[in-house]
């Protein structure tokens, strides 16, 4: 099982319904299992942001005939707006990832969340970690995820998205599948992978992981890591690091890092005993730079 992605079940979703329509409110209602399959307690730090002046909610966007759900904010009454996608953890997209993406719209942006595992099935179905792993996460494709994505950034196009500044942004799973995109996709601007796992095991579903592509990095990415963090080791950002400097790539040397000493697995979830307050807000500051610098404003 993989330890990095266990750091994900140690406190769960937070229950909140704040602007989140009846599906997404359910889905946090059922999150609540997980807490107690994990044994730890929630976080009472949980961020709100208002909707206020903008569009939010579910849609719906076409896959070669196949509805994905996805949550999205934007600017209400804008066009032409940049696109950001954001990619949740293994949990899926429950009430604080739906809260990232209307942060990231009360910035300027259209931010859309896609429902990734909704074809191997529904992450707050499971009370059982060991389940959710070897029945859902385990199960779902690379290549589907990245299809997902690239239909994500076609509907976005036709909604008021200016897909020519595209950037993405992920967290643990997520991070590694951002790591992925940037070297998918090459309409990408920016890239922002917030603890993604750089290294593992091939596997039919997973068969490479950022590192064995590095030089593959069409965009460029800023990397946000823990130092404490116990299922993410040091050396394989190292590893990383070395990669895409001696990359042919420009925009793999221009990719960039910030370990924040202190902070464990997930600081950034501010619904979880994880969150680190100073190590999430600096990261979100350097985020939007990362993506005003780099043509995604």
């Given at each position: ?172 799973w997520g991070g590694r599948i951002t790591w ?112 005003a610098g780099h043509g995604v404003v």
């Amino acid at each position: 099982m993989r330890e990095d992605l266990f750091k994900d079940a140690q406190s769960l979703l937070g229950g909140r319904e704040g602007g989140v329509d009846r599906r997404f409110a359910l889905k946090a209602a059922l999150g609540v299992g997980y807490a107690a399959a994990a044994g730890s307690v929630m976080s009472q730090t949980a961020i709100k942001t208002s909707a206020d002046g903008l569009v939010t909610g579910e849609v719906m966007i076409d896959v070669n005939g196949f509805k994905m759900p996805a949550y999205r904010s934007m600017p209400a009454g804008k066009s032409n707006v940049p696109v950001v996608l954001v990619i949740s953890e293994i949990f899926g997209v429950h009430e604080y990832i739906a809260d990232v993406t209307r942060r990231l719209a009360q910035a300027g942006y259209m931010a859309i969340a896609p429902e990734l595992f909704i074809r191997q099935g529904d992450p707050s179905e499971y009370g059982e970690l060991g389940k959710l792993m070897s029945e859902l996460i385990s199960k779902v494709p690379d290549a589907q995820v990245m299809g997902d994505l690239d239909a994500t950034v076609a509907w976005a196009q036709t909604q008021g998205g200016d897909v020519s500044r595209l950037g993405i942004t992920g967290f643990c799973w997520g991070g590694r599948i951002t790591w992925l995109y940037a070297q998918h996709q090459p309409k990408l601007k920016a890239a922002v992978a917030w603890y993604g796992r750089l290294v593992g095991k091939p596997t039919p579903q997973n068969p490479w992981h950022p590192l064995d592509k590095a030089a593959d990095v069409k965009a460029p990415v800023l990397g946000l890591y823990g130092g404490a963090d116990t299922g993410i080791a040091l050396d394989t950002v190292d590893k990383m690091k070395a990669a895409l400097a001696a990359s042919p790539s420009a925009a793999a040397r221009a990719s960039e890092w910030v370990i924040y000493p202190d902070a464990p697995h997930a600081f950034h979830a501010d619904y979880r005993p994880s969150y680190r307050e100073a190590a999430a807000k600096d990261g979100w500051a350097r985020m939007l730079k990362w993506f005003a610098g780099h043509g995604v404003v």
